[in-house]
């Protein structure tokens, strides 16, 4: 029974357990984790806002869900935010250790029935982000000059309050290396340095640069070290018997419009000099004759004895007299200083422009264009001046007008300045531009909110200066005059302009240049005529260039170069080479006539032809561009033409014109004489020839001599190379002795014959078909035979070389005929030369058989 009790009672327990609601808990972690419930958590204080910093994490007994939340102390800052379901918590809010390094919050943690709270502490770690900071600022000290090297004279002292290595501090001096002191890097304590001292005379103040570097740390990642400055200020006190020493000079003071009748304006010090026997100093106003001001004679305080309405000026400079004070109150060495009061009143004062007479407005100047650049202005006398005090009596000084011509000096003010105007582009300072410049001088206060200015109006007048020289409207002309212009032709108008002033201005004008001996020029209008006794001919020279001179008074010129073409007029008519003109015409072939017109240009020398009359009848055509003249279509053989003529001579009378195509136009007529005949046999390029040429026998006879002359140059050639030769192989040996040669054979020279004539021994069977016989080649000379026993001399036969040329005479009317003797003439020239040049062979082997035999 019993036991059943038991087994109830425990089975009763087990419901009731299973039945009840257990609170959510954190884990706990430990310190160094990042998980759990922030419990003595540390964050640096240089971490980034935005970064995600821990994370909460717990559980439920039951396996609930569980959500966190955290809480601040009201009226804390919130720097902590934490997402209710993962737990991440981030920071929000910017860290600083030495505001606050420790930061309590509530984090929470709950299943949504049972909630846990705990208070944790979350410390913030420093980081390197301060720097030294120097206490006592500023620092002074008053050092007698008869101080021992190695003593001490000052300590600083600089308070880093970053933790560790970045919280202490070390001190050095900057160019301690030419300074007379040295610093004690841990304490901060200044002394002389060992070898140094310090001298009154020579330097009253020293101002030593001390630096304060902390020990380094981490700030964002980074190693960093961060210092301070600071500056010293040590007097140097004068030894005993010294005059007072005024402490922290210059003095400033200042009165302002709410200042009353005995208010203080500042305090001076003054120490006696000497360091063993101070004595008592007494101070005094010198220069204060006005009595607007007062001063203590014993601690030195300067007060106001007047409203600040009464003050006339706003600024005054006071003498402050610190004198020693003996022991029988006999006033001993002393010492002035300055002390300036300024009067600080309201802006009400604009900046003004003041002349050699007063305020003015505008300021005029006369001066020459293009002076130097950098040159100044020294006709403007020009001052600005603002009677405002301090910032409101500071003002800007701008030039306005053509830009960058001038530029003002100088550009910013305090008071009062003397304004100076510097060229800054002497090109645009022109006379012929701008007659005068104008300019507006501004002064516009810097900093004050009223902007007071001022204006003032500056005209510069300009002077002209011969600064230009005479342009031509081109560099080069073109003119163009008929030919037989009567002299003094007006040809053509130059223009040349100076655009300086008065005489400048003026040009002249003059001419030269090889072609320009037919013109001259009007020295002032530059119009271009033709001399009075000019004659100009196109045909003679159609083209003239000369230059053109403009030059004003001071002989600063420019040049132009002028052209001139001659027209042509058609002032000459075709001319034949002879009115009454005799040609051969053949069947089949044309025959030209030619006129000349000695006309320069087109169309006055282009000539047409045509034929007006043709007796017995026009049986011709004419080509009217090339007077080219041929028989018409039908007339195609002698039959055809004599049936027409009723003639047997077939001789026709033809009038031809030439006309030349210029206007008026002008012709010229000749009777031409037309011999028609028919193509005979002759074939080859010397019938061909013969039959052009039988109207022109001159050129027949000139061309035969020049066969001639060329078969007597190759007879010549070949003569001079037979001699030489023979020269050469006849030599005599050193021995003299005589060689007796055998006779060469007989070599016969044959000679190609000229013009395609054939040999004169075929000229029987082919008499017909050649109208020119070859004459027969000459023998070269032979050697004679050796001389006889007997020792004559034996003269041999000389050879003689002869040639005829001979030629066939026309028979009839229409035809050659080559049955006729060789005409006398060209016998005897052939004759003559034939005869020279036996002579000259027959004396070369004269020479060779005595040089043989010799």
């Known amino acids: 029974m019993r036991k059943r009790q038991i087994f109830l009672f425990l089975v009763s327990i087990f419901i009731s357990m299973g039945k009840s609601d257990f609170a959510p808990y954190f884990y706990d972690n430990g310190d160094d984790s990042f998980s759990g419930n922030m419990a003595l958590f540390t964050v640096a204080e240089d971490t980034s806002v935005g970064t995600h910093l821990y994370t909460l994490n ?110 202490s501090v070390t001190y050095y001096l900057q160019s301690e290396l030419n300074n007379k002191f040295t610093i004690d890097g841990h304490n901060g304590v200044l002394r002389i340095k060992l070898g140094e001292s310090l001298d009154y005379e020579l ?378 003109l005799e040609k051969t015409m053949i069947i089949g072939a044309p025959l030209k006539i030619e006129a000349v017109d000695e006309d320069a240009e087109e169309p006055n020398n282009l000539i047409e032809y045509s034929i007006l009359k043709a007796d017995p009848d026009n049986i011709f055509d004419i080509n009217a561009s090339t007077g080219e003249i041929k028989l018409k279509p039908f007339a195609k053989s002698m039959e055809i033409v004599q049936n027409i003529t009723r003639q047997k001579d077939c001789r026709w009378s033809v009038v031809v014109q030439a006309r030349d195509q210029g206007s008026p136009s002008f012709s010229t007529t000749a009777v031409l004489k037309i011999d028609i005949t028919e193509a005979n046999g002759l074939k080859g390029p010397v019938a061909a020839f013969l039959m052009q040429s039988r109207d022109n026998p001159v050129k027949v006879l000139g061309v035969a001599a020049i066969i001639v002359s060329v078969m007597l140059l190759a007879t010549i050639i070949i003569s001079t190379a037979m001699y030489f030769r023979n020269t050469k192989s006849n030599r005599i040996t050193p021995a003299r002795r005589i060689i007796r040669k055998r006779p060469r054979e007989h070599h016969q020279w044959t000679f190609r014959p000229p013009l395609g004539l054939t040999d004169s021994n075929d000229t029987r069977g082919n008499h017909n078909n050649s109208p020119r016989r070859k004459p027969p080649a000459p023998s070269a000379p032979v050697l004679p035979p050796p001389p006889s026993n007997s020792g004559e001399r034996q003269w041999p036969t000389v050879p003689t070389v002869s040639g005829v040329v001979t030629s066939e005479n026309c028979s009839g009317s229409c035809r050659w005929s080559s049955n006729k003797p060789t005409d006398n003439v060209t016998g005897h020239m052939n004759s003559s030369l034939v005869s020279e040049l036996k002579k000259r062979i027959e004396q070369k082997i004269i020479d060779a058989n005595q040089s043989y035999y010799c």
């Open 203 to 580: 330097s009253r103040i020293h101002f030593v640069t001390v630096i304060a570097k902390d020990g380094g740390g981490k700030y964002n990642g980074k190693y960093h070290v961060l210092t301070s400055t600071a500056i010293i200020t040590i007097n140097v006190l004068d030894t005993q018997d010294s005059p007072p020493v005024f402490v922290g000079t210059p003095y400033f003071g200042f009165v302002y419009e709410v200042s009353v009748p005995g208010s203080e304006i500042f305090t001076v010090i003054a120490k006696d000099g000497d360091q063993n026997n101070v004595n008592p100093i007494k101070y005094s106003i010198l220069n204060d004759s006005e009595g607007f001001f007062s001063i203590n004679g014993t601690s030195g305080c300067i007060s106001l004895t007047s409203f600040p309405v009464q003050l006339r000026n706003e600024l005054y400079e006071l003498k402050v007299k610190a004198s020693e004070v003996g022991s029988d109150n006999q006033l001993l060495d002393y010492a002035i200083t300055t002390v300036t009061i300024r009067v600080m009143d309201l802006n009400n004062h604009p900046p003004t422009f003041y002349g050699e007479t007063g305020p003015q407005t505008m300021f005029e100047l006369s001066m020459y264009e293009h002076p130097p650049e950098g040159d100044i202005l020294r006709g403007l006398k020009i001052t600005v001046n603002d009677s405002d005090q301090g910032a409101n009596a500071k003002f800007r000084l701008l030039l306005v007008g053509p830009a960058r011509v001038l530029r003002v000096v100088p550009q910013t003010v305090l008071n009062e300045a003397q304004v100076t105007i510097i060229v800054e582009n002497s090109t645009a300072i022109d006379y012929e531009k701008y007659h005068f410049l104008t300019f507006k001088l501004l002064a516009v206060e810097s900093d004050t909110p009223e902007r007071f200015s001022a204006t003032a109006d500056i005209v510069i007048n300009l002077l002209d200066t011969n600064d230009n020289i005479p342009k031509f409207s081109s560099e080069f002309y073109i003119a163009k005059i008929p030919e037989n212009s009567p002299g003094g032709s007006n040809v053509v108008h130059l223009t040349a302009t100076d655009p300086d002033s008065g005489l400048w201005g003026d040009v002249k004008y003059s001419i030269y240049g090889s072609g320009a001996d037919l013109f001259f020029i009007h020295h002032t209008s530059g119009v271009i005529y033709t001399q009075p006794w000019a004659s100009l001919d196109a045909e003679v020279k159609t083209k003239y260039n000369f230059y053109i001179k403009a030059e004003d008074i001071e002989g600063k010129y420019s040049l132009a170069e002028v052209f001139v073409t001659v027209l042509d007029r058609n002032d000459h008519r075709p001319e034949f080479n002879d009115k009454f």
């Open 58 to 167: 717990g559980s439920d007994p039951e396996g609930e869900p569980v959500t966190y939340g955290m809480t601040f102390d009201k009226g804390y800052k919130e720097y902590f935010n934490v997402e209710p379901k993962s737990g991440h918590v981030t920071l929000i809010e910017s860290l600083d250790r030495e505001v606050q390094d420790e930061i309590v919050t509530f984090v929470s943690i709950t299943d949504g029935r049972n909630k846990v709270v705990e208070k944790v502490s979350v410390f913030v770690t420093d980081a390197n982000d301060e720097k030294p900071e120097f206490l006592n600022l500023p620092f002074m000290a008053d050092v007698p000059e008869d101080i021992k090297p190695g003593r001490s004279i000052y300590r600083v002292q600089a308070v880093d309050r970053d933790l560790g290595s970045g919280g």
